[in-house]
């Protein structure tokens, strides 16, 4: 069966350092997304992009994240300058389109920040 | 006021019995409804789509009342296996708002 990849799986970095998380879709989606949760909370929508371009953005995705598809396989979040409450599980998803019947998420990649 | 606001349990059953548990969204342009499962530290899997005429998936019984805003799932027949935080989704445009989901925990 198809999955979403991600990795790291697990990343410590210090604050104010900049991290990468990435993710392979699933080949035939089109449609990518960003969630987080911090633990023991809700996840939290990020951030939708199809067609090259973001869809749609959280008030939590400001100008320290950015995505980037950087070819045909990947799909990166950036965080620059990481805060102590970025510390947080990062899903990414892919899907055939918005509606959550068609969207599957990666095991995750959890991010730690000291 | 949450989008996605769902009673958070815990709910402790023991094998074999039927539990219910419902969660309320805030938009009523909401398009549609989903519950989802998530086991501990892992991600959200899709258990089933909503429907007002409300659906059935096997031991999952799922209802929507739009008028409402209210949607429901009932699992029968509990087994271990069913021990997980069951996750609230409502779908608008190019999102999905998560509820911060139900525990419940079967035991034997």
């Known amino acids: 069966e198809p999955e979403v990849t991600q990795t790291p799986s697990h990343q410590v970095t210090q604050m104010g350092q900049e991290v990468i998380l990435r993710c392979v879709p699933i080949?035939?989606?089109?449609?990518f997304y960003w969630y987080r949760q911090i633990l023991g909370q809700k996840v939290e929508f990020l951030v939708s992009f199809y067609n090259n371009e973001i869809s749609e953005k959280s008030e939590i995705f400001d100008d320290q994240f950015s995505v980037e598809r950087p070819d045909g396989s990947n799909f990166t979040l950036k965080i620059r300058s990481t805060k102590l409450e970025d510390s947080a599980m990062y899903f990414c998803?892919?899907?055939?389109?918005?509606?959550?019947?068609?969207?599957?998420f990666g095991e995750g990649s959890w991010l730690t920040v000291v | 006021r949450k989008e996605v606001e769902q009673d958070p349990g815990p709910f402790n059953v023991p094998e074999g019995a039927t539990v219910a548990f419902n969660c309320t969204y805030s938009n009523s342009a909401s398009q549609s409804f989903f519950w989802y499962r998530q086991d501990c530290r892992k991600e959200p899997k899709l258990l089933m789509s909503v429907y007002s005429s409300g659906n059935e998936d096997g031991r999952f019984t799922a209802q929507l009342n739009r008028a409402s805003q209210y949607i429901s799932l009932l699992i029968r027949d509990s087994k271990l296996s069913d021990s997980a935080t069951y996750l609230c989704v409502v779908s608008n445009d190019y999102k999905l708002s998560f509820g911060a989901g139900t525990t419940v925990t079967v035991r034997a």
């Open positions: 998803a892919s899907g055939t389109g918005f509606s959550g019947n068609t969207i599957y």
């Open positions: 080949s035939n989606h089109l449609y």
